[in-house]
C-alpha cells in the first residue's frame, strides 16, 4: 500500500510539474504572438539642452534685443551693450532666469556670468550675484 501512496504522489507531482510548464509556454507564445509584425519600439533618446538657444529666445521674448547669451563649457555668459545699468541687469535676469526655470540646469550650467557693458563702457570687474563660484572658479 505504501508503493500505492509514493507512485500517486509522484504522479501528481508530475502533473502539476506539466500544468505548470504548459503554463509557462502558453504565456510565452501569447507574448510572442502579441508582437509579431508590430513596429519596435523607440527608445527614448537623452537630448543635450541648448542652454545659450533657451536664454536667448527669453532675451528676445523680453524685447532685450542688444543682449545676447552663450555657453563655454559649463559657463552661461551674457553679452551685449545695455543702454543703461537698469537694462543690463533686466537682461541679465531675464537670460539666467530662463535657464534657472528648467531643472535639468542643475550640473550642467554651474555659473552664469554678466558680461555687458553700458553705453559702449565695460562694467567694474565685480562678480555678479548669480555667478556663484567668482571670477576664479578653480581658485581656493
Given at each position: 500500500?505504501?508503493?500505492?501512496?509514493?507512485?500517486?504522489?509522484?504522479?501528481?507531482?508530475?502533473?502539476?510539474?506539466?500544468?505548470?510548464?504548459?503554463?509557462?509556454?502558453?504565456?510565452?507564445?501569447?507574448?510572442?504572438?502579441?508582437?509579431?509584425?508590430?513596429?519596435?519600439?523607440?527608445?527614448?533618446?537623452?537630448?543635450?539642452?541648448?542652454?545659450?538657444?533657451?536664454?536667448?529666445?527669453?532675451?528676445?521674448?523680453?524685447g532685450f534685443d542688444f543682449?545676447?547669451?552663450?555657453?563655454?563649457?559649463?559657463?552661461?555668459?551674457?553679452?551685449?551693450?545695455?543702454?543703461?545699468?537698469?537694462?543690463?541687469?533686466?537682461?541679465?535676469?531675464?537670460?539666467?532666469?530662463?535657464?534657472?526655470?528648467?531643472?535639468?540646469?542643475?550640473?550642467?550650467?554651474?555659473?552664469?556670468?554678466?558680461?555687458?557693458?553700458v553705453a559702449g563702457a565695460?562694467?567694474?570687474?565685480?562678480?555678479?550675484?548669480?555667478?556663484?563660484?567668482?571670477?576664479e572658479p578653480g581658485a581656493?
Amino acid at each position: 500500500m505504501a508503493d500505492g501512496k509514493k507512485r500517486r504522489k509522484q504522479l501528481a507531482a508530475m502533473c502539476a510539474g506539466g500544468v505548470a510548464v504548459f503554463g509557462v509556454v502558453c504565456a510565452a507564445a501569447v507574448v510572442v504572438a502579441a508582437g509579431a509584425g508590430s513596429a519596435p519600439t523607440a527608445v527614448a533618446e537623452t537630448t543635450a539642452t541648448d542652454w545659450a538657444a533657451m536664454a536667448n529666445g527669453a532675451l528676445d521674448a523680453d524685447g532685450f534685443d542688444f543682449a545676447s547669451a552663450t555657453m563655454d563649457g559649463k559657463v552661461l555668459t551674457i553679452t551685449g551693450d545695455a543702454p543703461d545699468a537698469a537694462g543690463r541687469e533686466a537682461a541679465y535676469a531675464a537670460g539666467i532666469d530662463a535657464v534657472k526655470a528648467d531643472r535639468k540646469h542643475v550640473g550642467e550650467v554651474l555659473a552664469f556670468a554678466n558680461a555687458m557693458t553700458v553705453a559702449g563702457a565695460a562694467v567694474a570687474s565685480v562678480p555678479d550675484a548669480a555667478s556663484a563660484l567668482g571670477e576664479e572658479p578653480g581658485a581656493e
